[in-house]
């Protein structure tokens, strides 16, 4: 069973730009978080998507947004980049139902120069 | 808010030691406690959960009570081989939010011949 796939997985961009980071799922799975990890903030919870619907949301500012697709394959967007978005930003997948685990991708490492 | 307090690391061992990284939490009602793995460049692997007071959670060796009493769920191992060098992530969610998992700041493990 194929885990969850982040692309990217290294990008470097400038400041002022955007990104588009993808996410596949585990098959099956409804839910997808996702999560940035930085040295000095930590793992910090960002958004949840289920069903194609944002179904819970972190302390980030509107420049990080993102999406789900019917196949449950989700994308997030930074819009005018900042070098403290540098980061490694990581999906989790779900199921969906009451007592599953997220089990997460390796990651995409965000570099902003 | 919620809150999760870890050890500071780094935890420097020789292989066949005892460890021991503590947790504790801060939360309102009966939260849902994981411990994650990190291995250089990967993403976050779920090592065990506890969903309810007195639970033990355990999965390769790995130990950990949800101790509601004293807010806590230290991790232990009776034996760490030098494979288990990682960094250590303890976290926990509620029911209805599952995916939104409060993370400590990690503890770094260093196993050594």
């Known amino acids: 069973k194929a885990g969850v796939t982040q692309t990217p997985r290294y990008l470097i961009k400038t400041r002022g730009q955007q990104v588009t980071l993808s996410c596949s799922p585990i098959?099956?799975?409804?839910?997808v978080s996702w999560y940035q990890q930085t040295p000095g903030q930590g793992l910090q919870f960002l958004f949840e998507?289920?069903?194609?619907?944002?179904?819970n949301k972190g302390n980030f500012p509107g420049r990080f947004s993102g999406r789900q697709f019917s196949n449950s394959r989700s994308e997030m967007n930074v819009s005018t980049l900042e070098l403290g978005d540098s980061a490694l930003y990581l999906c989790?997948?779900?199921?969906?139902?009451?007592?599953?685990?997220?089990?997460f991708g390796a990651g995409s490492r965000l570099t902003v120069l | 808010g919620d809150s999760v307090t870890q050890m500071e690391g780094p935890v420097t061992l020789s292989e066949e030691a005892f460890l021991t990284i503590n947790c504790t939490y801060t939360a309102t009602g009966y939260p849902s406690l994981f411990w994650y793995v990190q291995y250089p460049g990967e993403g976050l692997q779920l090592l065990l959960k506890a969903t309810k007071a007195d639970d033990k959670g355990s999965n390769k060796g790995f130990e950990a009570t949800y101790r509601k009493e004293t807010t806590s769920f230290h991790l232990e191992k009776g034996s760490v081989q030098v494979s288990d060098s990682a960094v250590y992530f303890c976290a926990l969610s509620h029911t209805g939010t599952a995916s939104k998992l409060t993370f400590g700041t990690g503890t770094r493990l260093q196993v050594t011949l």
């Open positions: 989790a997948s779900r199921n969906g139902t009451g007592g599953s685990s997220l089990t």
């Open positions: 998507y289920f069903s194609e619907t944002q179904r």
């Open positions: 098959s099956g799975h409804r839910s």
